[in-house]
């Protein structure tokens, strides 16, 4: 395993574990790639796994009943994994696909994360935080991403300037709550700024 990569793993949250943790959770692990806008959980799939993003740019979708609707991006160092898939053994209500560019995981089975948490302290600890530090990140986006089109666009280029060019326009425009021929508007404006 890259051992630059499992330190940027090892912190990407508040609570550090230890080296010999990292590397149980790196031996549980296997290394799967994604086409670009290939499938990785799919709507009614059930997988119970967990995912690092080591890299690429996964998009994580949901239907609103009357379109699909871009719920947010997973970026390198990401942790995720469809939370009714693993905690209820429920059929995804997300989608989760590569974007435009092809996508490296790791794959945690729950059979093998089951056994670390069980095993190590040290990793339920680390994986308490990391949840805990998704809720935090869900507040921050409500307000970072918020306010008229055009903020949430100037937002979104100043903290995460590399969504523009992997994510399809459609994708884009979803995620900002507008229609894509208000997204080009709103870009064609910009640059003559």
């Known amino acids: 395993m890259d051992h630059f990569f499992l330190k940027k793993i090892q912190n990407i949250s508040t609570y550090v574990p230890s080296d010999s ?3 149980l959770l790196f031996e549980s692990t296997e290394e799967i790639t994604l086409s670009p806008r290939e499938i990785l959980i799919g709507y009614g799939m059930t997988d119970p796994s967990l995912y690092i993003v080591k890299d690429g740019l996964l998009q994580l979708l949901y239907f609103d009943g ?3 609707v871009t719920f947010g991006f997973a970026f390198p160092e990401t942790i995720l994994c469809s939370p009714h898939c693993l905690y209820m053994h429920q059929p995804s209500l997300l989608q989760i696909e590569a974007c435009k560019i092809s996508t ?3 794959k945690v ?3 093998k994360l089951n056994l670390l948490l069980e095993k190590s302290h040290d990793f339920a600890q680390w994986m308490f935080n990391i949840a805990l ?3 935090y990140y869900s507040e921050l986006k409500m307000t970072s991403i918020s306010g008229h089109t055009e903020e949430k666009y100037k937002n979104l ?3 995460r300037p590399d969504i523009i060019n992997a994510v399809s326009a459609n994708r884009l425009a979803s995620y900002l709550g ?3 021929s208000w997204l080009c508007k709103l ?3 910009m640059l003559y700024e």
């Open 178 to 180: 507008v229609t894509p």
């Open 187 to 189: 870009r064609k404006k």
């Open 104 to 106: 490296s995981l790791l």
């Open 21 to 23: 943790t990292m590397e």
């Open 66 to 68: 009357e379109k699909e």
């Open 157 to 159: 280029l100043k903290i």
């Open 109 to 111: 089975r729950e059979e």
């Open 133 to 135: 530090g998704q809720f």
